[in-house]
């Protein structure tokens, strides 16, 4: 009785697969579905590779947050002034403009402001990082390795005229290949869906249920086509919203604080205010 020959390894069956080289970016984005169809891949890793492909595809513009939604601190800002910024941004890198406010003449680390708050005597221009400027133009795979080989988290956009676009991240570069990414700060990891901050505004995660959200606010609105508040907002404006994007909703000021190119996590929510009697 001959013995039964051995099961093929996983890397095996993948190398089979994909030895009909594929011919162009089509081709190899349907064997890796083919490959994903056939349990050689998993949706994480099949949502990864297809986000490298698309990285290479994609320029700064497409991604950067635009100029009028910049938190930018000037630099005759008092210390007391700059904190209450990094604190009710809670961004821990800002870029800092001069006597003219269309110039950036360096990033400012949130971390920084300990020194002052500290009491230590040092000049704000003193902690500045230099400020990295880039076209709009420039594609997102050679501003990864870029960012890599500097060892920078942040650059500023600058359109053909030279003047100020916007600003990436890293983290920014990253989302667009593996998701949002999430820190230990992160109100996304709480178990609380609303929570009241010390600005007086409700972080609501969008995966809240309507129901939830209409008894936190005294709300009527229906979850008859959609469950979440994240649902609402994308509905309301029939596309899913960008990052730091502000919409209202029956008096509702909402400003989405947390999204990506696949889902919203997080938005900013204003009660309506009273009229008074």
Do not use: C, W
């Amino acid at each position: 009785m001959e013995p039964s020959p051995s099961r093929p390894s996983l890397l095996e069956r993948l190398s089979a697969l994909l030895m009909r080289e594929p011919e162009d970016r089509e081709q190899l984005v349907t064997l890796l579905h083919s490959a994903f169809e056939r349990n050689l891949l998993d949706a994480d890793a099949l949502s990864i590779i297809e986000g490298a492909l698309a990285v290479s595809d994609m320029q700064v513009r497409d991604i950067m947050v635009p100029r009028a939604q910049m938190q930018m601190i000037p630099i005759e800002a008092s210390a007391a002034d700059m904190t209450a910024t990094a604190i009710d941004t809670a961004h821990s890198r800002f870029p800092v403009t001069g006597d003219n406010k269309d110039d950036v003449i360096g990033i400012l680390l949130a971390k920084d402001l300990l020194r002052l708050q500290a009491g230590e005597d040092v000049a704000v221009r003193d902690m500045l990082r230099p400020a990295i400027f880039i076209p709009d133009s420039k594609r997102l795979n050679v501003l990864l390795r870029e960012f890599r080989a500097s060892h920078n988290h942040m650059a500023i956009v600058v359109d053909e005229y030279g003047g100020v676009a916007g600003l990436v991240t890293i983290e920014d570069v990253l989302e667009q290949i593996v998701g949002d990414i999430e820190d230990e700060y992160d109100f996304d990891e709480t178990s609380d869906n609303i929570l009241l901050d010390h600005a007086g505004h409700y972080r609501v995660k969008a995966t809240t249920e309507i129901a939830d959200f209409n008894a936190a606010f005294d709300t009527h609105f229906s979850d008859e086509e959609y469950d979440t508040f994240g649902g609402l907002v994308i509905h309301h404006l029939g596309r899913l919203p960008k990052r730091g994007e502000n919409v209202q909703i029956d008096g509702l000021r909402i400003q989405v604080l947390r999204a990506d190119s696949r889902r919203v996590h997080t938005l900013l929510v204003d009660r309506p205010q009273t009229p008074a009697a």
